[in-house]
Nanobody, 124 residues
Framework: QVQLVESGGGLVQAGGSLRLSCATS????????LGWFRQAPGKEREFVAS????????YYEDSVKGRFTISRDNSKRAVNLQMSRLKPEDTAVYYC?????????????????WGQGTQVTVYS
């Protein structure tokens, strides 16, 4: 079992930056891949980024490539999402998720454990 707690959401002007963090606990740190997903109002939850347990494989959704960076913090057992050049369309509830294995995936169904979500609102 993996427990996940997100933090760092908030209100930011378009073009600004935010850093989300997700603290994890439970299983051995490098045995599970981690991902970030988001859900905008009236839309389905969508993939944002993921990183493998070994920190060697990373995937991004096309619209965030070059603007968002996912990283694992081994000392804190956390996964971070650095978001830059934010746009109003990035507004959503952002969720941290963990797989039941170390291989990174992009599909929501591949993730077993989920955090409670943190709101990110980007205004123009």
């Amino acid at each position: 079992q993996v427990q996940l707690v997100e933090s760092g959401g908030g209100l930011v002007q378009a073009g600004g930056s935010l850093r989300l963090s997700c603290a994890t606990s439970g299983r051995t740190w490098d045995t599970y891949a981690l991902g970030w997903f988001r859900q905008a109002p009236g839309k389905e939850r969508e993939f944002v980024a993921s990183v493998s347990g070994s920190d060697t494989t990373i995937y991004y959704e096309d619209s965030v490539k070059g603007r968002f960076t996912i990283s694992r913090d081994n000392s804190k057992r956390a996964v971070n999402l650095q978001m830059s050049r934010l746009k109003p369309e990035d507004t959503a509830v952002y969720y941290c998720a963990a797989r039941d294995g170390p291989v990174a995936r992009m599909g929501e169904s591949a993730y077993l454990y989920w955090g409670q979500g943190t709101q990110v609102t980007v205004y123009s």
